[in-house]
């Protein structure tokens, strides 16, 4: 049973569109939410991350919008670039978890045509 | 600056074989952590460390053993391959486990047991 749904599954847009993924949680104890960003054949890396004291928070063309009383948020990509092709993760913690674990959603393929 | 290495990067066994899976990190990470990455499911937990000697089951341990003897390797094994651990299997880790700690994945393990 996954904590954190993600959707969609996979994305096409066309170069300098805005590619939007969703997540939704259950668990209210869940304080941080990081995005990682996946290229082929490589390891996910952090993008952005997120608190849910801010409704939003932006770096370059990447923002997350968070919307706590849902249980929801989002990662908007601004002016879409071949470049940001790649596999979306979102990410949830708990502030108590000692051990830093992450629950994670089940990834979004994002395809930028030219 | 390697950062975290694993190896060996493909790797195709039989069912019912023993197989081991390497990550080293150079960063003198305390805590490790062990991901399986399929479609449909995203990022999986397998099992974590949070120092040498001390670690504990993920949400998907069955039919894995981890082992920590020293800081920087966390070695995976897969007592008796089955095809169902066909998979992509990622080592992260993270210089502690406070909130907002980014995790650094590896750059992936391809497992394909016949």
Redesign the interface.
């Known amino acids: 049973q996954?904590q954190v749904k993600?959707s969609p599954?996979s994305l096409i847009v066309q170069k300098g569109g805005i590619s939007i993924i969703n997540c939704a949680y259950e668990n209210t104890a869940f304080?941080?939410f990081?995005w990682?960003q996946q290229f082929p054949?490589?390891?996910?890396?952090?993008l952005i991350?997120i608190?849910p004291d801010v409704s939003e928070k932006k770096e370059g063309r990447f923002t997350i919008s968070f919307n706590k009383s849902a249980k929801q948020f989002s990662l908007h990509i601004m002016d879409s670039q071949p470049g940001d092709s790649a596999t979306y993760?979102c990410a949830a913690s708990k502030?108590r978890?000692?051990?830093?674990?992450?629950q994670?959603?089940?990834?979004t393929q994002v395809v930028v045509t030219p | 600056d390697a950062g975290i290495t694993q190896s060996p990067r493909y790797k195709i066994t039989e069912t019912g074989r023993q197989v081991t899976l390497m990550c080293h990190q150079t960063w003198s990470h305390s805590y490790m952590f062990w991901y399986r990455q399929d479609l449909g499911h995203g990022l999986r937990l397998i099992y974590y460390s949070a120092a040498a000697d001390i670690t504990d089951k993920g949400e998907v341990p069955d039919g894995y053993v981890v082992s920590r003897s020293k800081t920087e390797n966390f070695p995976l094994t897969l007592e008796s391959a089955t095809r169902s651990q066909t998979s992509v299997y990622f080592c992260a880790s993270s210089e502690s486990a406070g909130l907002q700690e980014t995790q650094y994945f590896g750059p992936g393990t391809r497992l394909l047991v016949l």
């Open positions: 996954q993600q599954q304080d941080y990081p990682y054949g490589k390891g996910p890396a952090l991350a608190r993760f502030p978890d000692s051990w830093g674990k992450f994670f959603g089940a990834g």
